[in-house]
């Protein structure tokens, strides 16, 4: 990671084996609006933190607002992910994270970014159980 405050397209999770194994071998959580789905694996890859958000087509038809929803979570996540990954990389791990939204009702900036730290919070608490 060159900065730490960046999102760079390594950080993102993608291919669709890798989603596949996250979804089912994953465990996961909700900090409302957001269902966390994670999976802990031993340090293979040079990005210890892969991460996507979803937000379903079935709970908000217009593309416009899907989009501005995972502007926000991506930026939620941007601002708060440094001791999620600091205490990753301590542990010589790797971690992916899907955060799905599970609400049917648009929140604002501050809602989501209080509910992300939540989050984050509760991932930094199952990485030390590790």
Sequence with gaps: MNKPNS????????????????FMQGDAFIAY??????????KKENE?????VNVPKKR????VKRNKLKRLMRETYRLNK???VDKVIEKNIQI???FNYVSDEEMDFKMI???????LQKLLEKIEQT
Aim: proline letters at 4%.
């Design 96 to 98: 992916n994270i899907a």
């Design 113 to 119: 970014e209080k509910k992300m730290k939540v989050a």
């Design 33 to 42: 609006p957001l269902r966390v789905v994670y999976l802990l694996e031993p």
């Design 60 to 63: 908000f038809k217009l593309a």
């Design 7 to 22: 999102f760079s397209k390594s950080e993102h999770l993608c291919g669709e084996k890798r989603i596949a194994q996250l």
């Design 48 to 52: 210890s933190v892969r991460v996507m």
């Design 82 to 84: 440094q001791l999620l």
